[in-house]
């Protein structure tokens, strides 16, 4: 399963109007690969929720829906699920609003109002919101009025610049400093306050980045709300994605390559030799019409990733495992034999 495989399963996931509890709880569960966190406070003053993409729309108030039902005014933690793979990297599976700590036992699609909804249909408002800056927020309705607020005064203040080059990314670049085991470099959450009123409001990358999102009210065995949930990557997913990908190879993922190789030549012969500095795994794979003075030359091979040639090559894979001192050559057939010399 590739990248573009995973991505394709997970816009099917995102789009369900259905949620699974057991696989929430999965989502939010400490594994080897999984893991929760805490990212800051959201401040309902009015108890009306706002859900959107936080650096397209919710400065413009546009597509960013709210939601039909309303929650006690309060201040509630916004908890991130993680996921870290080898196959990919480290993603953000789900977010949500902890209204409670109450387990919820089972979700409902949420609503938004008639007047907020991201896309009016022929048969009936569309749920959920579209991301087109890879980033979504939870907002009181209030709060999202001071955030468009600041944001038109930060325009008129900046004209020749942009609110997340100039503003925004330097905040998750702290974000990321403070905590980098949970985000990619550069930064991928943050807790922002509108510096006017002091009300609080979170930031975070979205799965995947852009796509139509769905929102959950998650309900608890009283029937009663408890928190607001938006699924981002279907964790189980990318954890079968990553046991096949470790299949093929768990080791280090650099290999060598002759640049014709990389460059979208076949292979003619590969070896597995000792790597005494780890800088790779020891495989050295050769191509067709090269020869001693082609391989004299260190100009001539470079780095390259062991899964992306397996990708292109997936004759190789059976043989990966082989120990130091293994070579094989292709012989007239294709199949790659091995070499006794």
Request: glycine share 8%.
């Amino acid at each position: 399963m590739n990248i573009k495989e995973v991505f394709d399963a997970n816009l099917k996931f995102i789009g369900q109007m259905e949620l699974d509890a057991d696989l929430m709880d999965r989502t939010f569960a400490k594994t080897e690969t999984r893991d929760h966190l805490v990212i800051g406070t959201v401040d309902l003053p009015t108890g009306r929720i706002r859900v959107g993409d936080a650096l397209a729309y919710m400065g413009t108030k546009e597509a960013s829906p709210e939601l039909n039902r309303t929650v006690p005014k309060g201040s509630y933690p916004v908890e991130l699920a993680f996921i870290t793979t080898r196959f990919d990297t480290i993603r953000i599976t789900a977010a949500r609003i902890k209204l409670s700590d109450e387990r919820a036992v089972r979700y409902e699609l949420a609503e938004p109002t008639h007047e907020t909804t991201a896309f009016h249909c022929s048969d009936g408002d569309m749920t959920g919101f579209p991301v087109d800056a890879g980033m979504m927020g939870f907002m009181d309705a209030s709060v999202m009025d001071e955030y468009s607020d600041f944001l038109h005064s930060w325009h008129r203040d900046n004209p020749d610049k942009n609110h997340y080059d100039d503003y925004f990314a330097a905040l998750f670049n702290e974000s990321y400093e403070k905590l980098p085991q949970y985000q990619r470099a550069g930064g991928d959450f943050i807790e922002w306050t509108v510096p006017e009123t002091g009300h609080r409001l979170t930031m975070n990358a979205t799965g995947f980045g852009d796509g139509f999102y769905q929102i959950f009210w998650g309900i608890d065995k009283n029937g009663d709300i408890c928190e607001v949930t938006v699924p981002l990557i279907d964790a189980d997913l990318l954890d079968r994605a990553d046991s096949e990908y470790l299949e093929v190879w768990d080791g280090i993922e650099a290999c060598i390559v002759t640049n014709n190789i990389a460059d979208g030549g076949d292979i003619a012969y590969m070896s597995r030799e000792e790597s005494s500095d780890g800088s790779f795994n020891g495989w050295v794979f050769y191509g067709y019409d090269e020869g001693e003075d082609y391989w004299a030359d260190a100009d001539n091979f470079c780095l390259y990733s062991t899964h992306g040639l397996a990708g292109r090559f997936p004759e190789i894979i059976p043989l990966l495992h082989s120990p130091e001192g293994s070579a094989y050559v292709r012989d007239e057939d294709g199949n790659f034999i091995a070499d006794e010399q």
